[in-house]
């Protein structure tokens, strides 16, 4: 079985101050490894995602996430945060064999405080 | 290019009453997910389908959810008594993965908002 822990549930944060938001996984099997991001009175939408290579990613608007395969982590970082980041985060995990489910986090809601 | 699109967007039912959600999915998308996301938890998946055969179900209350995917578009998703713990988003995605590796991007509907009184 995998799950996904997400271990902040609200992380205020300050305008162009970094942010770590973090994503822990277990699984038995590799895994894919994803990033969504649900604004306000909005539908869920990817940020970014890893599937294999280099283990550091990154979406089109600053933010970041780096696979440690070792501490099974996918933390997400952006080093300045603007007031439009405010929204829920969602650390998913898919198996990469034998169904292929896609299981979320609890989600960590970031609010950016001017 | 035309997103998810479920219907209806919000529903307030009794309890013991029945509720059905429908989705349709981006053309051509071979995968197609329901989750149910309640209020300040992530989303959890109920059942997913590719094309029109059940992948996972393992996570559907089967007493009381039914979904189907007939010729592998459309979806609908039912519950049928509805109790109070099921209030929450119903959530539709899809994915363009053919051959279900699970690498693809989930695409998702803006959701269908239950309340069950």
């Known amino acids: 079985a995998q799950s996904v822990t997400q271990l902040d549930s609200q992380v205020p944060v300050f305008e162009e101050a970094p942010v770590e938001l973090r994503c822990n996984y277990s699984?038995?099997?590799?895994?894919?490894l994803f990033w969504y991001v649900q604004y306000p009175n909005q539908g869920l939408q990817l940020l970014l995602k890893y599937l294999s290579g280099s283990t550091l990613v990154k979406s089109i608007n600053g933010f970041e996430a780096e696979f440690n395969k070792s501490q099974t982590s996918f933390h997400l970082r952006k080093p300045s945060v603007h007031i439009s980041d405010t929204a829920e985060y969602f650390c998913?995990?898919?198996?990469?064999?034998?169904?292929?489910?896609?299981?979320f986090g609890a989600g960590t809601r970031l609010f950016v405080k001017a | 290019e035309a997103g998810v699109a479920q219907s209806p967007r919000y529903k307030i039912i009794e309890k013991r009453q029945s509720v059905a959600f429908w989705c349709n999915p981006i053309s051509g998308h071979a995968t197609l997910y329901w989750y149910q996301q309640i209020l300040g938890q992530g989303p959890k998946l109920l059942i997913q389908f590719q094309n029109n055969g059940v992948v996972d179900d393992s996570q559907l209350p089967k007493d009381r959810f039914s979904a189907e995917r007939l010729k592998g578009v459309d979806s609908t998703l039912k519950i049928q008594p509805a109790k109070l713990e099921d209030s929450a988003v119903y959530l539709c995605?899809?994915?363009?993965?053919?051959?279900?590796?699970?690498?693809?991007?989930?695409?998702f509907g803006e959701g269908s908002r239950l309340t069950v009184l």
């Open positions: 995605a899809s994915s363009l993965s053919q051959q279900g590796d699970g690498s693809g991007e989930l695409f």
């Open positions: 998913a995990v898919t198996r990469n064999t034998g169904g292929f489910k896609t299981i």
């Open positions: 699984s038995s099997v590799s895994v894919y």
